[in-house]
């Protein structure tokens, strides 16, 4: 079956410094791809997403490819801020046809110091 | 876009009672999810809940365990019955809708966090 597999948290960063979290994904077909946010006391909000190779999502700063060949959907950013800690999930399904339901990865806690 | 609202937002429970918890979308959608999340512990779908035919449980989960019920296009019920401890979660209510043209979205409830004691 499907599966998604992302870095152990928690990932502790300065303020302004560089995100990578890791995602790798196992699927039996093509799925579309997601990064999923969930702030404190918040409930999930959709971050990014891709729905096919080489296509790249992008939000309020973050990005995440799409990489068939790697199997990969790795979610960065530039330069942190304190507001962007959270817990990140990433996640797959296929949205128009099949399985539509999300299969989630383990999720990352984010904690950005000041 | 779809917007869910979930009732209760929380409740504490004893061993060995039923909670339903309920699920309402502004909008119709056909196909509704119900998730867990255990403390700490990333989002299990429970079962995907279709109007008008039994839903379908991912491995793992039981129709006696969590009923589910889907009686029109923007309303569903879970309920967890016969409650444990191991039962403490987060259940989340998710519908498949769209956000713009051609623009297919997940959306989520702000979830149901129960405790049982």
């Known amino acids: 079956g499907d599966s998604v597999t992302q870095m152990e948290g928690p990932v502790t960063l300065s303020e302004e410094a560089f995100l990578t979290i890791n995602c790798t994904y196992t699927?039996?077909?093509?799925?579309?791809l997601f990064w999923y946010v969930q702030y404190p006391g918040e409930g999930l909000q959709l971050l990014l997403k891709?729905?096919?190779?080489?296509d790249k999502g992008s939000n309020k700063g973050f990005e995440a490819t799409y990489r068939k060949e790697t199997t990969s959907f790795h979610l960065e950013k530039g330069s942190v801020q304190v507001s962007d800690s959270a817990v990140y999930f990433c996640?797959?399904?296929?949205?128009?046809?099949?399985?539509?339901?999300?299969?989630f990865g383990s999720g990352t806690r984010l904690q950005v110091q000041p | 876009s779809a917007v869910i609202s979930q009732k209760p937002s929380r409740d504490i429970c004893q061993r060995g009672t039923s909670l339903t918890i309920q699920c309402q979308v502004d909008?119709?959608?056909?196909?509704m999810f119900w998730y867990r999340q255990q403390p700490g512990q990333s989002l299990t779908l429970i079962a995907t809940?279709?109007?008008?035919?039994?839903?379908?449980?991912e491995s793992g989960f039981v129709i006696d365990k969590f009923p589910i019920s889907r009686p029109n296009l923007t309303f569903s019920t879970l309920t967890v019955s016969n409650m444990s401890p191991e039962d403490s979660s987060i259940y989340l209510c998710?519908?498949?809708?769209?956000?713009?043209?051609?623009?297919?979205?997940?959306?989520f409830g702000p979830g149901t966090r129960l405790t049982v004691l």
């Open positions: 891709a729905t096919k190779a080489d």
């Open positions: 998710s519908v498949q809708g769209r956000k713009g043209p051609g623009v297919r979205q997940q959306f």
């Open positions: 909008s119709q959608v056909t196909m």
């Open positions: 809940a279709n109007q008008g035919s039994e839903a379908t449980y």
């Open positions: 996640a797959l399904s296929y949205m128009d046809t099949g399985r539509r339901a999300l299969t």
């Open positions: 699927a039996t077909g093509y799925p579309s």
